[in-house]
């Protein structure tokens, strides 16, 4: 069960059949997931479905859902997660090479899925934007 930015206890069934309602958004398109959610409150605007590639997995998140942004910026990046995958509260998603040629460990601030990583700029250092949703807010497919 799901709880709507309204209260309302929604099931994924529920969800499921309004998917055809829903917005569907390509995992690397990121204008269009900048129309279908709030970056300053951190939540959806509008439910959205995604697709992994070359997969059959499809999460659906409500208006409303809770979003993670992560932004991450190194002079080289090494992703542990991909797109679509499942993780654990304080499981790590990346390492960082910073300038001073340190380590970072990027973790993720709670459990649920990743939905995209775009890149912010393609200039040194690498930049990008995490965007997680809590197991909470979303539905797997």
Do not use: N, W
């Amino acid at each position: 069960m799901l709880q709507t930015k309204d209260r309302e206890q929604r099931s994924c069934k529920d969800l499921a059949e309004e998917a055809g309602k829903a917005v569907l958004v390509p995992i690397q398109d990121f204008q269009e997931l900048a129309k279908a959610i709030d970056i300053y409150e951190g939540r959806t605007i509008k439910p959205l479905l995604f697709e992994k590639k070359d997969t059959a997995k499809r999460i659906i998140i409500p208006s409303g859902a809770s979003l993670i942004l992560l932004e991450v910026e190194g002079s080289s990046i090494h992703f542990l997660k991909d797109e679509g995958d499942k993780v654990g509260r304080r499981e790590k998603i990346m390492l960082v090479l910073t300038g001073k040629r340190e380590v970072r460990v990027v973790k993720s601030p709670r459990e649920g899925f990743i939905i995209s990583v775009f890149t912010l700029s393609h200039s040194r250092p690498e930049k990008y934007l995490v965007v997680i949703v809590g197991v909470d807010d979303a539905c797997e497919l």
